[in-house]
């Protein structure tokens, strides 16, 4: 099946740092996500993104569309206490020729912990 | 706006018990999503519906696992009979139609299952 190879599985930064995290798949996506999951909950859609090449922001998040379309990064800046969470990149592409269902596949995230 | 709604939100009993989850999507996606993620595999699709037909079952671990989408606003995934190996949390996920626009999914908080 398809894979998403997500990178790093964890991350131990001080308060104020940059962080950069990224996905990578043999496989071409149509769509990539950008999830955050608190410790609890289901994971939160962060960023979508819908083109290749496309580089969109959310407040201190800003992620890309990778120009092959086999790839996607998410960068956060000037970290703070609550961005800890874990991180999922998931693509998304058609099952059918149709392209009227498709399948969402995930990373196995990565744990941000951001010391005060 | 009420977001996908998951019951119980906790789950614990013996093993050979039939356990059932509840999942209430958000009004008017078409599409909804049954996950279970652990910590070894991260988060699996389980089986996915489109204008509640069941379309791609095929993450379904086995026959103790079954799906049914009696109607527009809700879905159950049961177990039986249960095994330890089936503790995970299981979440529930909506979207809007597919297809080229590719809308994300949004997660209900899961359900933390322990079966004994």
């Known amino acids: 099946g398809q894979q998403l190879n997500q990178s790093p599985q964890s991350m131990f930064i001080q308060e104020g740092e940059d962080v950069s995290m990224n996905c990578t798949s043999s496989s071409i996506f149509n769509t990539w996500l950008w999830y955050k999951q608190d410790p609890g909950e289901g994971p939160v859609l962060l960023i979508a993104l819908y083109k290749a090449g496309e580089l969109t922001s959310n407040g201190r998040l800003t992620a890309q569309f990778g120009i092959t379309r086999k790839d996607s990064f998410l960068n956060i800046s000037a970290s703070i206490p609550s961005d800890v969470g874990i991180y999922f990149c998931?693509?998304?592409?058609?099952?059918?020729?149709?392209?009227?269902?498709?399948?969402?596949?995930f990373g196995k995230g990565t744990l941000l912990t951001v010391n005060p | 706006d009420a977001g996908v709604i998951q019951s119980p939100r906790h789950e614990v009993t013996e093993m050979g018990q039939e356990v059932t989850l509840r999942c209430k999507p958000i009004?008017?996606?078409?599409?909804l999503f049954w996950y279970r993620q652990t910590m070894m595999r991260g988060l699996e699709l389980l089986i996915y519906?489109?204008?509640?037909?069941?379309?791609?079952d095929s993450g379904m671990p086995e026959d103790r696992f079954s799906a049914k989408m009696p109607n527009a606003s809700f879905s159950t995934l049961k177990i039986q009979p249960s095994e330890p190996r089936d503790s995970a949390v299981y979440f529930c996920a909506s979207s809007l139609t597919g297809g080229i626009s590719n809308q994300p999914q949004h997660f209900g908080d899961g359900t933390r299952l322990s079966i004994l």
């Open positions: 998931a693509g998304l592409r058609p099952e059918n020729s149709g392209g009227s269902n498709y399948k969402l596949t």
């Open positions: 009004s008017g996606h078409d599409y």
């Open positions: 519906f489109n204008n509640n037909v069941p379309i791609d």
